[in-house]
């Protein structure tokens, strides 16, 4: 016997995972429909940035990879705010940077040792290798297999997929994180923090930081 609700009785199946966009199978204005509700985005425009026709508010796939039949982001939850998206990471950093320190404490290597007025680049430069290290496969791991890390379970957001709403594959979670953290620990670390995470606040309509951008990647909200 079907679990499934009768035809017209308003109510959703069950699904394995509750944040997975809904297929695209009901008639317009049925079902799950948009995070905005039954109608999509107020986008104005007639397709494309120039004109043409497409869907979504890029006029197609905004990755130049096919054509969406509706907004990507249709039967996805809302997108995440920023402002918790950069306190989501702000937890991430200080949770991996305490396992950073205590393993280059342990084997006696800190970031500035001085020594005769002159500071150990080799240590600089191992200290920096552990931190890209840790931080990659904390981020890795975690969106491959859940799509958040703990800063982000914390605060109840989640990696998806733009074109589908799943889970990171493992490819696109260490493209995602490779972007994100090997900057940071070797070059720039507040400069590209702030320019890489910063960019969700002013990205429209994805609100995708370049680390989202390179793995095709949203954040939502999952509570």
């Not at 509750?18 to 079902?31: A, D, L, S, T, V």
């Not at 497409?54 to 402002?83: C, F, V």
């Not at 995602?176 to 990205?203: E, H, M, N, Q, Y």
Request: proline share 11%.
């Amino acid at each position: 016997m079907s679990s499934e609700p009768p035809p017209g009785s308003g109510q959703q199946p069950p699904e394995d995972d509750p944040f997975r966009k809904q297929p695209p199978n009901e008639p317009p204005g049925e079902g799950a429909g948009s995070p905005y509700g039954s109608e999509p985005p107020p986008y104005q425009g007639g397709g494309g940035p120039s004109g043409g026709p497409g869907g979504g508010p890029y006029g197609g796939d905004p990755y130049g990879g096919g054509s969406y039949p509706t907004d990507p982001l249709a039967g996805m939850p809302p997108l995440a705010d920023s402002g918790k998206r950069t306190l989501a990471r702000i937890i991430d950093m200080i949770l991996v940077g305490v396992v950073v320190w205590l393993i280059t404490w342990g084997f006696d290597v800190n970031e500035y040792d001085v020594d005769s007025d002159r500071i150990e680049v080799g240590k600089s430069f191992w200290q920096s290798g552990v931190a890209a290290v840790l931080y990659i496969a904390y981020d890795t791991v975690l969106t491959a297999r859940t799509g958040q890390t703990l800063g982000k379970k914390l605060l109840h957001l989640r990696v998806a997929n733009l074109d589908n709403g799943d889970t990171p594959s493992a490819q696109n979670s260490l493209m995602r994180a490779a972007v994100l953290w090997i900057p940071f620990a070797f070059c720039c670390a507040c400069v590209w923090t702030a320019v890489c995470g910063g960019w969700s606040f002013f990205d429209r309509p994805y609100k995708q930081g370049l680390h989202d951008k390179a793995a095709k990647t949203v954040v939502v909200s999952t509570g």
